[in-house]
Every structure is written in structure tokens, then in C-alpha cells.
């Protein structure tokens, strides 16, 4: 089982095989672009603290937890006016200590959003 080179993505510029930016070895780019875009994140956060927010999580599994899940958690459990919606099939899970502040949704997003558009039209 081969698949043939004209089938590889190449990068257009520069013919190189392309790969995912996955934080997976050390080819995650993290560029000035990215820390910049990082910064504002956390900003957003930090002028937020303990007032009402939505952390709302689509189809995010456990491949990186650190980036989304667990900060979602942790923010959640920090701040009493947080709430924490996760939509995934198969893996639609909070811990315990946030549980009163969750919605976790067994289900595939598109459907949830095609149901949310249709009670809307109603």
C-alpha cells in the first residue's frame, strides 16, 4: 500500500512537505503572530475575572488537553459565574468539582446546531 508523491501536500511556496501544526513535536509554530494572538487570550481572561462567561467547548477530545479542556476546567472552577458547555460525541465529560456549573452534550455537533436553528425558526 504506497501513496503517490503527487497525492502529498507540498507547501506552495516552497515544495516541502506540509504537515498539521499539532503540538506533537517540535515543529509547532509559535510565532510572533501566535504570542501575540496568545496575549490577547489571556487578557481577555484576566479583564474577566469573576464575571459572568461562557465557556463553550465543540469537539475538543483529549489528542491536546492542555490547550482548551483543561484551562476550560480550571477557569470554570475558579470563577462561580462560569459556566461550561462541552459538545462532543463520545466525549462530552466534566470533572466532578464543576459539575453545577456544566452542560455536556452527548451528541454530534452539527446535529445540535441543526436542532438549535430549527427551534429558532419555530
Known amino acids: 500500500m504506497k501513496i503517490p508523491t503527487e497525492l502529498l501536500p507540498t507547501c506552495p511556496h516552497c515544495g516541502k512537505p506540509l504537515t498539521m501544526n499539532l503540538r506533537s513535536d517540535d515543529t509547532f509554530v509559535e510565532d510572533k503572530g501566535w504570542h501575540r494572538a496568545a496575549e490577547r487570550y489571556e487578557?481577555?481572561?484576566r479583564t474577566r475575572?469573576?464575571?459572568?462567561?461562557?465557556?463553550?467547548?465543540?469537539g475538543v477530545g483529549y489528542n491536546t488537553p492542555v490547550i482548551i479542556k483543561y484551562p476550560f476546567w480550571q477557569?470554570?472552577?475558579?470563577?462561580?459565574?462560569?459556566?461550561?458547555?462541552?459538545?462532543n460525541?463520545?466525549?462530552?465529560v466534566c470533572p466532578q468539582e464543576i459539575e453545577l456549573q456544566s452542560v455536556c452534550i452527548n451528541a454530534d455537533i452539527g446535529q445540535v446546531l441543526q436542532s438549535l436553528s430549527d427551534?429558532?425558526?419555530?
Not at 75 to 87: D, E, F, L, R
Not at 119 to 122: C, R
Open 43 to 45: 487578557n481577555f481572561f
Open 49 to 58: 475575572a469573576g464575571q459572568k462567561i461562557l465557556f463553550l467547548e465543540l
Open 75 to 87: 477557569m470554570t472552577a475558579k470563577n462561580p459565574n462560569a459556566t461550561y458547555i462541552c459538545i
Open 89 to 92: 460525541q463520545g466525549q462530552a
Open 119 to 122: 427551534a429558532a425558526v419555530e
